[in-house]
């Protein structure tokens, strides 16, 4: 039942308030619903959920959702979408019909004061006679036909007329493609071959060959193409927009990782690839720890884990996100529990991967490492740099990551200056600048590390010394 006061859906109200949230945040709560929900199979399609949409279903007579919407409903506050304050719009119109159609007192001309009851037709009486055999059911059976008929299926109306040719036209329509020859199958490629080469190229260099392929991808949409081929081109776009996103990031343009991530997740929903949206939200997560944004990290981590395909390199990946986010806020018990989820991954994993899209052992450790630094187990982190360290510097060459290896021996310079041993943490961090791939990320943790260590042995010549020499790499 509707229960409306000046114009409000009181029963749809109620329940938002009672929860203490405003109406943005009920929105982005039906639909990180939403997305569980289509995670784990319970709507075959995604439901997207709108602040205007929502302000009208807390209105009076609020129009019935749709019914993916309702199911959504439904989950979230645990009630029949009856009892939110909706009726079917066969109640809503007759509700209108009552008003308009109830009996009025009317003044006859004429006749001052003289008051004559004129009765109202019967409601939804019918205008013309019901045909012999058809009383009873109010739908026209010939001239539903005849409407939903219309002349686009006039090739096949009499059946004595139809060939095969007429049908096999469907399917050549259904089939047909103007793409040139194996384009689809070299973007897939090119994928595979940027996210293998990620980390032994730098960053400026392999910008302009990923925005050329993304453009490309951009192109081949132009072209007549079939259904199943459209997905293809947009799961392939949005992988690349990962990796350009990717690119952003160790460039320091966070700006253009919001706005890439943004499009791979679209991308991903185009092409029904929810793992496409998954590594979307890995790199947002990333950018977002890095740019001293925990609550955004876990956000992304979060919203990703809802999408990321069960078990799969995302799926992992963003398990690890997730628990060195709660790390960075500084949530310990929360941080403990992901990670033990991330760890009984480890047990099944390689110890390295290879590839921008890859998941392994090492990379764990060196997330631990970080995540201790942040909790204040310096202890800990030192044991888990150290040993993240050890690996990388073992790597095989194909399987080498720059990156991850300077980040791990910053952040064991961070546990020596925690616990006392400036000279140490300098010695190991003058390492970490060996490389040439001197990105972002690095240079973020090398600022915290100036910091600390002024903050701690600012009378000491050799750390302002030191400082200055990172504030140089860093600039």
């Not at 199911?71 to 509700?95: H, N, S």
């Not at 320091?252 to 590594?279: K, M, N, T």
């Not at 390199?313 to 992901?338: D, K, M, P």
């Not at 300098?426 to 903050?455: C, E, K, M, N, W």
Request: proline residues 5%; neutral net charge; contains cysteine.
């Amino acid at each position: 039942m509707v229960v409306a006061n000046e114009g409000v859906n009181v029963s749809l109200r109620r329940l938002r308030t009672g929860r203490k949230r405003t109406q943005e945040e009920i929105v982005g709560d039906l639909q990180a619903c939403a997305d569980r929900m289509y995670a784990e199979g319970e709507i075959a399609r995604r439901a997207t959920f709108s602040l205007r949409q929502y302000r009208k279903w807390e209105k009076a007579n609020p129009p019935m959702p749709h019914p993916l919407s309702q199911r959504v409903l439904e989950m979230f506050f645990q009630r029949p979408v009856a009892e939110l304050g909706f009726l079917p719009p066969a109640a809503i119109d007759t509700e209108k019909v009552h008003a308009s159609q109830s009996v009025k007192a009317r003044t006859l001309p004429g006749t001052p004061g003289t008051a004559v009851e004129i009765p109202s037709p019967i409601p939804f009486a019918p205008s013309v006679a019901a045909a012999p055999g058809e009383a009873g059911d109010p739908t026209n059976r010939r001239s539903a036909l005849t409407i939903l008929g219309g002349t686009a299926l006039s090739p096949m109306t009499a059946p004595e007329s139809v060939s095969a040719d007429t049908v096999r036209h469907y399917t050549r329509q259904a089939t047909h493609t103007e793409l040139p020859a194996g384009e689809i199958e070299s973007l897939e490629l090119a994928v595979h071959q940027l996210a293998a080469a990620y980390q032994a190229h730098a960053p400026l260099e392999l910008w302009p060959v990923v925005a050329a392929n993304r453009h490309r991808a951009f192109g081949l949409r132009e072209h007549r193409h079939t259904l199943r081929e459209g997905r293809d081109i947009a799961h392939h776009a949005g992988m690349l927009s990962v990796i350009m996103a990717w690119i952003a990031h160790d460039m320091g343009r966070r700006d253009l990782v919001a706005a890439l991530c943004d499009d791979a997740w679209h991308q991903g929903e185009q092409a029904q690839s929810l793992e496409v949206c998954a590594w979307a939200e890995d790199v947002r997560a990333s950018d977002a720890l890095y740019d001293n944004r925990p609550l955004d990290a876990l956000t992304a981590a979060t919203r990703g884990l809802a999408v990321a395909p069960r078990n799969s390199n995302a799926h992992i990946r963003l398990s690890a996100q997730l628990a060195r986010a709660h790390a960075r806020i500084g949530n310990g018990e929360a941080y403990t529990e992901a990670a033990t989820v991330v760890h009984r991954y480890g047990e099944h994993i390689a110890l390295h991967g290879a590839g921008l899209f890859s998941v392994d052992l090492v990379r764990v450790l060196s997330y631990d490492a970080s995540s201790y630094i942040w909790l204040g187990d310096h202890a800990r982190a030192q044991v888990a740099a150290v040993q993240a360290i050890e690996h990388y510097e073992a790597t095989p060459s194909p399987h080498r990551a720059p990156t991850r290896l300077a980040i791990a021996q910053l952040d064991l310079a961070l546990a020596h200056t925690a616990q006392d041993e400036p000279d140490a943490a300098i010695a190991v961090a003058r390492r970490a600048f060996d490389g040439d791939r001197l990105v972002q990320s690095v240079r973020d943790r090398a600022t915290q590390l100036r910091r600390s260590l002024l903050h701690r042995y600012s009378t000491l010549a050799e750390v302002r010394s030191f400082g200055e020499e990172l504030r140089t790499l860093t600039s």
